[in-house]
């Protein structure tokens, strides 16, 4: 009996041992695989060799926050390569009219060319000097927005008579560029929530933006939807592809790769900006070659109706 006795408990010491044995090699080999993967900065996780169950919770959690600090690290990457192009975008979008406005004051300075002769320069460099602040306010008011500093006054607001306003307001530019757009605005007022300033500029930007690329058919409309008050602002976009289509309203993107000076990329992101935040939807389509920026309108029910 008492050698069965002696027999059990060297049978214990020796499962306890190898045990131990196990564990401390399952932890060993978890912390050379933890030391590896911080090292290389690669995306292996914790590899167990046994079904330990406080094992398997430990190197879970190790592998769960593994996995929180490869997304932000890529989220980092992405932020901090976003930040260099938008950078990159902004000294080239000022530089741009800075130039323009340099050569144009050497002319003047060389005083080679009477005063009649300097006039055109001078109102050249003023239009540039123009320019130059409205970038400067629109890169200012893109900040604002993104940082919800942007104060917005909401009230009803009566979307048919401010559409009307907007259009009228460009009929000289319309026809400066000679684009003929085909308006259809519905006859019944449609009320919403939003900030009167912040409407008038989402529909200046559009409108803007399809006089400067408008070709062929234009066509903004203003349809009630139900619930929603649809507008749309549609114009021919031949040289436009899907892929870019996607990334219209991201900051300082453009389809002109050049970055020519035509466009900067901050109208369409700052009207997108403006309109979720009144709380309202914006989206783009690209349907045959005809780009259409489409706003969904929450209705204001009790005056609407």
């Keep these: 009996m008492q050698r069965l006795i002696i027999i059990l408990l060297l049978t214990v010491v020796v499962i306890s041992v190898t045990l131990y044995v196990l564990l401390y090699s399952e932890i060993k080999s978890i912390n050379i695989q933890l030391n590896k993967i911080n090292k290389t900065n690669t995306n292996s996780k914790i590899l167990l060799s046994c079904s330990n169950k406080q094992l ?15 997304k932000s690290e890529a989220k980092y990457k992405k932020m901090d ?3 260099r192009k938008a950078i990159a975008n902004i000294s080239h979008d000022l530089r741009t009219p800075l130039t323009s406005i340099m050569g144009y004051m050497q002319l003047i300075d060389d005083n080679s060319l009477s005063g009649d002769e300097n006039k055109p320069y001078i109102d050249i460099i003023k239009n540039r000097t123009k320019s130059l602040e409205s970038l400067i306010t629109s890169f200012y008011d893109l900040s604002r927005i993104d940082g919800n500093e942007y ?13 009307c306003e907007c259009v009228a307001s460009f009929y000289n530019d319309f026809l400066s560029f000679e684009v003929e757009p085909k308006i ?12 009167e300033v912040a409407v008038k500029r989402v529909f200046s930007n559009l409108i803007q933006n399809i006089i400067k690329y408008g070709k062929g058919n ?15 602002f549609q114009n021919a976009a031949p040289n436009l592809s899907d892929e870019d289509a996607k990334h219209l309203f991201e900051r300082f993107f453009t389809a002109d790769r ?3 000076g035509k466009n900067t990329g901050i109208g369409l992101a700052i009207t997108k900006r403006l309109v979720e935040q ?17 706003i969904r309108w929450k209705c204001l029910k009790s005056i609407s109706e």
């Design 218 to 232: 234009v066509y903004i409309s203003l349809k009630r939807n139900n619930d929603y008050v649809i507008t749309i």
């Design 151 to 163: 104060k917005f006054d909401m009230k009803a607001l009566n979307l048919n008579n401010i559409v």
């Design 56 to 70: 398997r919770g430990l190197a879970l959690g190790i592998n769960k926050n593994l996995e929180e600090k490869q």
């Design 81 to 83: 390569l976003e930040l």
């Design 184 to 195: 259809d605005i519905e006859e019944n007022p449609c009320f919403i929530i939003g900030d």
């Design 258 to 260: 050049a970055r020519t």
């Design 278 to 294: 009144m709380g309202h939807e914006i989206s783009v389509e690209l349907v045959d070659a005809n780009l259409s920026i489409i």
